[in-house]
């Protein structure tokens, strides 16, 4: 197999580092990668790993440095923080093995601006305790979703042939990546667990502590997404009723052989009652029964149950316009506030939809203050480009960990950040080589949520592509690739009009007479969801002070979300003074003109960029333009027929 791209941790990133004389000092599994990173680092740089005598850069462990390769309390790899100081000799001090994992990926990412003036001790320390991504692979493939569902570079780095692979090479260059960004969990199966992925809890064991073996050295931990029925599926029993004794002790016997065999797994990922997977609904329990028994079962051994809160109706009847798919996770967990043990944590999407290009931020963030929450976000670019198209991501989820809700932030009020992996077997991880950022950005906005969006940017770059004059274009080209997706796809917040199934491309009307909640009603005179309280579903009831209000009515609705909330005449005059029809056709011409500039930017990387980067991303992005083009063609005619109403400008819409 020909190996993989270094995505930002290739051979000249590591020169200010390697070409000095570098010290480490303490012992544990973590230092170990630490000293490896150095040997090889100095190998490649003409630089020394030194013991004793004068080093430029000192890694050192503090203390004892609880370097225990983990403890229950859930410290893996000891502590996560690190203190970087220079004072003629730049230093690194941490008090476990991630920590000094973390600081050496900092001096990393520092470059020569860690060797140049001396500065005063800065102590770093992560935001969110849970930085986790989530992979859809499956052990075997499916006819219909591929071996990834949802997945747009390739088959499963893990699995191959229904086992984990034989050779974990690639997985161990993954788990080094997630360690250099201080990604601390993985979720190593697809949520939607078929039959044969349930047997990686029972006789597929020995498999996954494999995996375990390769993410252990780099600070991750491994987790299992499991089966609700998995005490009738797996275990022969006649129910899966959480208040079951014996489905109790299934659980607790399954839980005790996972842990004998994996002492630091991190816990179960669970999709419960939600797009026909089996849950507590079933034998009238509610979800915290349901969560509870997982979480009993993991607390002995300091495991986690990541329970998600994407729970609604797959099933609904467009003709019902009282139900609402935006109310009905917060319709779900809201009342169960205070009812989960403490080692149950809330996933919660970052909307109240589906991972879609805009959504304002899902209330169910700010309804539960009892309850530990993480918030899941999408790498992998299901709704915005299917790693086809360029779309940085970062800056959303800036914009959503930024968010204030109750006088705090998204970024205060969860313990954890969780987004679904983009990476397969593709040479370069990622299908789009410059999909590599979000799957970077992600790491680092975990980290510290208060990281300017452009700023891990411009790291990325710096990191992954070597020649300075490749590095202003490619901030040009990527910064506002979010925007211009947004653009040219659904307009003012209303989301979907994607292909169905595999929700690549446009199709206006795909999802309007269909099952699955995701309507825009356009009618001749008018669009948009109408979720107030006055007259809507009263979604907007959901939301605090001033959402609340803020939301209710159009003339304080964020144009950006307008059709979310609101159902309006095609004439009504946005806060940007145009019409929401003029609104509609400028975006959708401005969105192709922005693809056409960014061809243009990256046609004058060429040598600039590696020859198989260069004609990669050039190939994706004449398909992305292809697409685009499909989607203001698509969107301006329908609602051009729709409205009557011509363009102001007289562009051609046919
Ligand atoms: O966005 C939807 C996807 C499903 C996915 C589901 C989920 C894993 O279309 O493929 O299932 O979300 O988040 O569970």
Redesign the pocket.
Known sequence: MTPPHPAWLPVPAFRPVGSRRVRVTGTGLLVTTVRDEVAAAVAAHGGALVDDGPADLELVLVGDGGSGEFDASGGFGGSEEFTVARAGTTSVRAGGGAGLLYGFHHVVRLGEAAFAADFAPRRHAPRQPIRMLDH?DNTEVHPFMGQV??GYAGNSIFYADGRVREDLDRVAEYARLLGSIGVNRVGLN???VHRAEARLLTDLLPDVVRLADVFRPHGVRVHLSVGFSSPVTLGGLPTADPLDPAVREWWDRATAAVYAAIPDFGGYVV?AD??GRPGPFAYGRDHADGANLLARALAPFGGTVFWRA?VYDHRQDWRDRATDRARAAHDHFAPLDGAFDPNVVLQVKYGPM??QAREPVSPVIAALPRTRLAVEFQVTQ?YTGQQKHVCHLVPQWSEILRFPLDGRTVGDLVDGVVAVSNVGLDRFWTGHPLAQANLFGFGRLAWDDRLAPDAVLDEWIGLTFEDPAARGPLRELMDDSWPTYERYTAPLGVGFMVTPGH?YGPSVDGYEYSPWGTYHFADRDGVGVDRTRATGTGFTGQYPAPWRDVYESPETCPDELLLFFHHVPYGHVLHSGKTVVQHVYDTHFEGVEEVVRMARVWAGLEGRVPDGVFGRVAELLAEQLRCATEWRDQVNTYFFRKSGVPDAHGRTIH
């Open positions: 859809w569902e949802r697809n949520v939607n999709k939600s797009e994407f589906d991972f299901e929700h």
